[in-house]
């Protein structure tokens, strides 16, 4: 793969595997509002934690969670192993506050890594960095921290950042591989890049974002999608099927498929990954409208999937989008690498049933409809909007903006030779 971000080692997975599946769970799924029931919620902490004595998901079952994945074309999977109400979805040997010790006493993130590796998906660590439950974790009040300390807390920087360190190498060497360390929430500082750097070292094939440590691999854009034709920096874009809430919520507004299916055609098309959140419920099945709304993506996906295969790269910088007044066609291209193959991208809805491609001036041999498997007409004209260039560019013409409206559109075009004069 032609890549200027590759690593050149066991972490290139990161340019090839593109679409992973997100997982926020824990106890926070018994009230079922947000993973943030205490600092949202305002739910006392001696009222939320004893929800631990509840929690028994006897439904859950990893790999159907990742034949789900796998059919939508997802290729890795992340997991909370603890989000910031401390609780471990994980056996920790530094901790009681955790899933061994609830009535389910299995260890979920080992099932669901047996279950990734099973199945061929690359396994992902989510980890908070704040805890509202560890004594030594300095609660100030600050954004996504307790107001202050409780009774019998001992707020100490160093003594919660060696916790820490000792659950995250926990992770990283009773688990199997581990392709990704997303850290979340850095209100306190933490900085260590040397353990950063041990974790390379215990698991050669991991990725770390930008949300720990300064010496970190990727950024991770969440809930929304950035400007530009093509990103700058490795990139992995995070957003969950409803809007409200990472966490399962009974009353979730959820987010349109298309919208969902947009943003994906646009972070894929500008170079990034896409990881989509998913908030199991507490007996440890997915809601049912998170799985007809990753079926949905899924159907789209898997007929556009090889625009983003690991043999394409972000080519919109070959077209110079001239302006119809204030109007223009909002495309990305894809391009497969070493050959005259484009694809392109109509990441937002089409003002007009057509698409100009300046300054391509080649026909293409073929023109392919992905959504559909359908021909494309494709015309080398003169067009009054460009008069003032005088000569004839390429445009695609009659796509079916008014029969499929519900997914983003992709266009394949082959040339048999150079696209521009």
Same mark, same amino acid.
């Given at each position: 793969?032609?890549?200027?971000?590759?690593?050149?080692?066991?972490?290139?997975?990161?340019?090839?595997?593109?679409?992973?599946?997100?997982?926020?769970?824990?106890?926070?799924?018994?009230?079922?509002?947000?993973?943030?029931?205490?600092?949202?919620?305002?739910?006392?902490?001696?009222?939320?934690?004893?929800?631990?004595?509840?929690? =028994?998901?006897?439904?859950?079952?990893?790999?159907?969670?990742?034949?789900?994945?796998?059919?939508?074309?997802?290729?890795?999977?992340?997991?909370?192993?603890?989000?910031?109400?401390?609780?471990?979805?994980?056996?920790?040997?530094?901790?009681?506050?955790?899933?061994?010790?609830?009535?389910?006493?299995?260890?979920?993130?080992?099932?669901?890594?047996?279950?990734?590796? $099973?199945?061929?998906?690359?396994?992902?660590?989510?980890?908070?960095?704040?805890?509202?439950?560890?004594? =030594?974790?300095?609660?100030?009040?600050?954004?996504?921290?307790?107001?202050?300390?409780?009774?019998?807390?001992?707020?100490?920087?160093?003594?919660?950042?060696?916790?820490?360190?000792?659950?995250?190498?926990?992770?990283?060497?009773?688990?199997?591989?581990?392709?990704?360390?997303?850290?979340?929430?850095?209100?306190?500082?933490?900085?260590?890049?040397?353990?950063?750097?041990?974790? $390379? +070292?215990?698991?050669?094939?991991?990725?770390?974002?930008?949300?720990?440590?300064?010496?970190?691999?990727?950024?991770?854009?969440?809930?929304?999608?950035?400007?530009?034709?093509?990103?700058?920096?490795?990139?992995?874009?995070?957003?969950?099927?409803?809007?409200?809430?990472?966490?399962?919520?009974?009353?979730?507004?959820?987010?349109?498929? +298309?919208?969902?299916?947009?943003?994906?055609?646009?972070?894929?098309?500008?170079?990034? =990954?896409?990881?989509?959140?998913?908030?199991?419920?507490?007996?440890?099945?997915?809601?049912?409208?998170?799985?007809?709304?990753?079926?949905?993506?899924?159907?789209?996906?898997?007929?556009?999937?090889?625009?983003?295969?690991?043999?394409?790269?972000?080519?919109?910088?070959?077209?110079?989008?001239?302006?119809?007044?204030?109007?223009?066609?909002?495309?990305?291209?894809?391009? $497969?690498?070493?050959? =005259?193959?484009?694809?392109?991208?109509?990441?937002?809805?089409?003002?007009?049933?057509?698409?100009?491609?300046?300054?391509?001036?080649?026909?293409?041999?073929?023109?392919?409809?992905?959504?559909?498997?359908?021909?494309?007409?494709?015309?080398?004209?003169?067009?009054?909007?460009?008069?003032?260039?005088?000569?004839?560019?390429?445009?695609? $013409?009659?796509?079916?903006?008014?029969?499929?409206?519900?997914?983003?559109?992709?266009? +394949?075009?082959?040339?048999?030779?150079?696209?521009?004069?």
């Amino acid at each position: 793969m032609i890549n200027r971000f590759r690593f050149h080692d066991a972490r290139d997975w990161f340019n090839e595997k593109r679409l992973g599946l997100f997982i926020h769970w824990g106890i926070y799924s018994i009230p079922a509002w947000h993973e943030q029931m205490e600092w949202r919620g305002r739910m006392p902490r001696k009222e939320y934690e004893p929800l631990m004595r509840e929690f =028994n998901p006897v439904k859950y079952d990893p790999d159907a969670w990742l034949a789900l994945a796998k059919s939508v074309g997802m290729e890795f999977v992340t997991i909370t192993t603890k989000h910031h109400d401390g609780f471990c979805m994980f056996d920790s040997k530094y901790t009681d506050f955790k899933i061994t010790n609830t009535p389910y006493r299995k260890d979920i993130v080992k099932m669901l890594a047996d279950a990734a590796a $099973r199945q061929g998906l690359v396994m992902g660590l989510y980890y908070s960095i704040p805890d509202w439950n560890h004594k =030594n974790y300095p609660n100030q009040g600050r954004h996504h921290e307790m107001w202050g300390p409780r009774a019998g807390d001992e707020p100490d920087y160093d003594k919660y950042f060696a916790y820490m360190e000792n659950q995250v190498t926990e992770l990283c060497t009773g688990y199997g591989p581990i392709g990704q360390l997303f850290w979340d929430i850095n209100v306190a500082g933490y900085n260590r890049t040397a353990f950063n750097d041990q974790i $390379r +070292k215990l698991q050669p094939s991991i990725v770390i974002n930008n949300r720990g440590p300064e010496n970190w691999d990727y950024s991770t854009p969440e809930r929304h999608v950035p400007d530009g034709m093509e990103f700058t920096q490795r990139t992995e874009a995070v957003q969950s099927l409803g809007r409200e809430s990472w966490g399962h919520k009974l009353d979730e507004d959820y987010y349109n498929p +298309k919208y969902i299916m947009q943003s994906i055609d646009k972070i894929l098309a500008m170079g990034g =990954n896409y990881m989509l959140n998913v908030g199991p419920k507490a007996d440890g099945t997915l809601d049912e409208r998170d799985t007809a709304s990753l079926q949905r993506i899924g159907r789209w996906y898997t007929k556009v999937r090889e625009a983003f295969t690991p043999d394409t790269y972000p080519a919109t910088s070959m077209i110079t989008q001239a302006t119809h007044g204030e109007m223009k066609d909002r495309i990305l291209l894809t391009r $497969r690498v070493n050959t =005259n193959t484009i694809y392109v991208h109509a990441y937002e809805d089409l003002a007009t049933n057509a698409i100009s491609m300046r300054p391509f001036t080649a026909n293409p041999v073929k023109a392919t409809l992905l959504n559909d498997g359908s021909p494309v007409e494709t015309v080398v004209s003169k067009t009054p909007g460009y008069h003032h260039e005088d000569r004839a560019f390429l445009r695609l $013409r009659g796509l079916p903006t008014t029969k499929i409206t519900d997914e983003p559109l992709v266009v +394949k075009l082959e040339f048999d030779g150079a696209l521009c004069e």
